[in-house]
């Protein structure tokens, strides 16, 4: 562009030809001056002194790595960071010290700092605890109560939830008080309008699971999972993230219903509840779709809450100090070394048997089995 132009020709002409804009030929020309061509600098460096005044000794600057790695190799503490080194230099009287921070400044220039960096493990994959479900060839509904909701005048509304891990097929039922015997008709409805998954989770309500003050305890949400093939799964108690799914659709329900509108009534609760989860059903249409098949509910059935127990139930459970984990009101060893750790517990009420497998997040494919426990399937009659 320079030759160009000392060549006669225009610096408009020249900027088109190169396709530049003026400024850039302008600035150029007058970078070059009168010099020639090959005696300019065009690395396009500004004149004047590359180092700025205030910089700190390159002397001082060796001392700080000479301490740096005098403290990394003897030093009894192990550090050698800029606040080790200023305590360093301060020890040995130094009669100039520059600051913790101008340390750090000099580690940082000179390519001397260890950059060490939080290292992100890889999340496992949704439902990672069951294999068919993280394999996403089995669906898993989660349900949930939300609770202590009051209309303006006393009306308190309880909300029972449900949503589909794969599908994200979603349910919100609002009462005034959430029962087993609703739940059980909320389930049932739900499942005959859109096919049965494989398992369904709970956390561990007595809504839920039963009783708790009673050893071997089945519910009656329970006895329907079980006369339904569905396998129900508890969540471990007062922990957080088996329960992220449902959680989050509790959270958008409060936001996008509860908080958005002023209710006088249920009713008005329960219209604009539904409004919304048919919604949500349209916009997860594709969703919905590509989830994992669920079963067709099966024609002419009626729960019978007599019927011998038979089927799987899972509970998952963190171990205690001596590697035991607690359920149904018993207290089993899992194993002794896997103590404060996670484990799946799979009850058989067919066989009469408790298989703990360990499970590991960093691991989440690997289910080891701990150790089998014969189980005493209960025989009494339900009467709850």
């Known amino acids: 562009m320079v030759a160009a132009v000392r060549d006669k020709e225009s610096m408009r002409s020249v900027a088109r030809c190169f396709h ?6 302008q600035r150029w020309v007058r970078w070059a001056g009168d010099q020639p061509l090959d005696a300019v600098d065009w690395s396009g460096r500004q004149r004047g002194c590359r180092r700025s005044a205030n910089r700190t000794d390159t002397s001082l600057e060796e001392m700080v790595l000479e301490i740096r790695k005098h403290l990394r190799e003897e030093s009894a503490l192990g550090e050698y960071g800029a606040a080790a080194i200023y305590r360093e230099m301060t020890a040995q009287g130094l009669k100039e010290i520059p600051s913790p921070r101008t340390i750090g400044r000099i580690l940082e220039r000179r390519g001397v700092l260890d950059g060490r960096r939080r290292r992100r493990l890889q999340a496992p994959p949704p439902g990672w605890y069951l294999p068919d479900v993280a394999a996403t060839v089995a669906e898993l509904d989660s349900f949930d109560i939300i609770e202590d909701l009051v209309i303006r005048g006393g009306h308190h509304v309880s909300v029972l939830t449900g949503v589909s891990l794969h599908g994200g097929l979603c349910e919100a039922w609002p009462q005034p008080r959430i029962t087993a015997k609703f739940t059980v008709d909320a389930l049932i409805s739900h499942w005959r309008r859109h096919g049965l998954p494989r398992y369904a989770k709970f956390d561990n309500d007595t809504v839920f699971q039963g009783a708790h003050q009673f050893s071997d305890t089945f519910g009656r949400v329970v006895r329907l999972c079980l006369a339904l093939q569905v396998t129900p799964i508890f969540a471990p108690p007062a922990r957080h993230g088996f329960q992220n799914e449902i959680e989050s659709f509790n959270g958008r329900w409060q936001e996008k219903v ?16 539904k409004r919304y989860v048919a919604a949500c059903h349209v916009r997860h249409a594709d969703r919905i779709a590509a989830a994992p098949p669920r079963r067709a509910f099966p024609k002419r059935w009626t729960l019978d809450l007599q019927a011998p127990l038979q089927g799987n139930v899972i509970y998952i459970r963190y171990t205690n100090e001596r590697g035991e984990a607690s359920l149904l009101g018993h207290t089993f060893l899992a194993s002794s070394v896997w103590n404060q750790r996670l484990v799946r517990a799979d009850v058989d009420l067919t066989l009469g048997q408790a298989r703990f497998h360990a499970l590991r997040r960093r691991d989440p494919h690997n289910h080891a089995l701990l150790s089998t426990h014969e189980y005493s399937t209960p025989s009494r009659p339900f009467s709850g």
Do not use: C, G, M, N
Request: hydrophobic share 45%; proline share 0%; glycine share 0%.
């Open 20 to 25: 530049v804009s003026l400024s850039v030929v």
């Open 258 to 273: 509860w908080e958005r509108f002023q209710f006088t009534k249920r009713s008005e609760v329960v219209a604009q509840s």
